[in-house]
C-alpha cells in the first residue's frame, strides 16, 4: 500500500516522546546530526515535505520556501519567531506555529535567576572557591547588591515579564514596566505593576529585564542612549533575544562601569559571543538556556508537535503566528 502519511522534516532530535507521536502519525525525516543545520542541507531535505519542525537557530526564509512547494507548516521549537519570515509564509498560505505558555515559568525562573546571580556575584565566588585560593570568611568579600526592596524595571509586559513580576514581588520589589500597550489598570492592580514611560523605566530601575519579542521595532532597543539613563548602580539582564540590544554599546557600558553589571542568557550571533563578553567579572553568560529544564523542553516538543500535526490534519493548531 502506498504511504500516504505526510513527509515531515525534523531539524534536530528532540525529546524521545516527541518523536514517538510524530512517527505514529507522519513519515517522519530527523537530520541526523547534533549541529545546526545548514541552510543548503535544509533545501536538499525540505523538497518534498509538507511539514517542518524546526529551531530557533534554523533560517527558514523565502527561498527555502520557495524549493518546497508542498510546504503547509513550519512548527517552530520555541516561542519567539524570529528566524521565520513570517510575510513569506503568509503569501505561501504557509501556517507558522510557535510554543509560547509551556516555558513562561521556567524562562521567568531563570531571569530572576539572572538577577541574583549578578547582583550577588554567585559565578566570581564560586569560581574563587572552586580554584583553591579561597583563604577563609572575610567581612568585606564578595559583597554585591540587594535584591530585596529595590526596583525592577520590565520592559515588554508580556507573559514571562507577568511571571517575573510575581516572582519580584515574593522578594519586595517595586516593579514598574513599559510595554507597546499599557495593561488595564486592573491588571496592573492585580499584579501590583506601576507603569510608567520608556526613558523613566531606563532612569529608575536597579535591575533592567528586557521581555519583548524581538523584531524590527525591538532591534537594538536598548542602544547607547538608553544605556546612559540608566543607574550607575544598575544591572542589565536579557533573556529575550541578543539583537534587543546594542551589544557594542552594551559592552562599552560594561567595560567601563557605566552600569553594575548584566545577566544575558542571549546574544546578538550565537553561537559566535564577542570575547570581550568573556573578560567581564561583572557580567554572568549563559548559553541561551533560559527554557532548559527536562519538563519544559519536554513540553515545548509536546506543543510544537500537536501544532504541527493539528495543520496537517487540516485543523487550527494551538498556537499560530499571526
Ligand atoms: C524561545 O522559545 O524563544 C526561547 O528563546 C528558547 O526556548
Request: aromatic share 6%.
Amino acid at each position: 500500500m502506498a504511504n500516504t502519511r505526510p513527509k515531515v522534516l525534523l531539524t534536530r532530535q528532540l525529546p524521545e516522546v516527541a518523536i514517538e507521536k510524530l512517527e505514529a502519525n507522519v513519515d517522519l525525516e530527523i537530520f541526523p546530526y547534533d549541529h545546526k543545520i545548514t541552510p543548503e542541507e535544509l533545501k536538499e531535505n525540505i523538497q518534498d515535505k509538507e511539514g517542518l519542525l524546526c529551531l530557533l537557530t534554523d533560517t527558514i526564509d523565502s527561498k527555502l520556501m520557495d524549493v518546497a512547494p508542498s510546504l503547509k507548516v513550519v512548527s517552530n521549537y520555541a516561542v519567539g519567531y524570529n528566524n521565520i519570515d513570517i510575510a513569506a509564509a503568509t503569501e505561501r498560505n504557509i501556517v507558522v506555529t510557535n510554543t509560547p505558555d509551556v516555558l513562561t515559568e521556567t524562562t521567568a525562573d531563570m531571569t530572576f535567576g539572572l538577577m541574583l546571580m549578578t547582583a550577588r556575584r554567585v559565578l566570581e565566588a564560586g569560581n574563587l572557591l572552586r580554584s583553591g585560593n579561597w583563604k577563609g570568611w572575610s567581612p568585606m568579600q564578595f559583597m554585591g547588591t540587594d535584591i530585596h526592596g529595590s526596583t525592577l524595571g520590565i520592559i515588554g509586559m508580556g507573559r514571562i515579564g507577568k511571571a517575573l513580576t510575581k516572582r519580584a514581588r515574593g522578594f519586595d520589589m517595586e516593579v514598574i514596566y513599559w510595554n507597546r500597550t499599557r495593561l488595564s489598570v486592573r491588571e496592573e492592580k492585580q499584579l501590583g505593576l506601576r507603569y510608567v514611560k520608556f526613558n523613566e523605566v531606563l532612569l529608575q530601575s536597579d535591575f533592567l529585564s528586557l521581555n519583548v519579542a524581538y523584531n524590527k521595532d525591538t532591534h537594538h532597543l536598548i542602544d547607547e542612549a538608553a544605556l546612559q539613563k540608566m543607574k550607575q548602580s544598575a544591572f542589565f539582564i536579557n533573556t529575550s533575544r541578543g539583537g534587543t540590544i546594542d551589544e557594542e554599546a552594551l559592552l562599552e557600558a560594561l567595560e567601563n562601569n557605566k552600569i553594575a553589571g548584566a545577566g544575558l542568557d542571549v546574544f546578538e550571533n550565537e553561537p559566535n559571543i564577542n570575547p570581550r563578553f568573556f573578560n567581564l567579572k561583572n557580567t554572568v553568560i549563559l548559553p541561551h538556556i533560559a527554557s532548559a529544564s527536562v519538563a519544559t523542553r519536554e513540553k515545548m516538543a509536546m506543543v510544537a508537535v500537536d501544532n504541527l500535526l493539528a495543520v496537517l490534519a487540516g485543523k487550527k493548531p494551538k498556537y499560530q503566528v499571526v
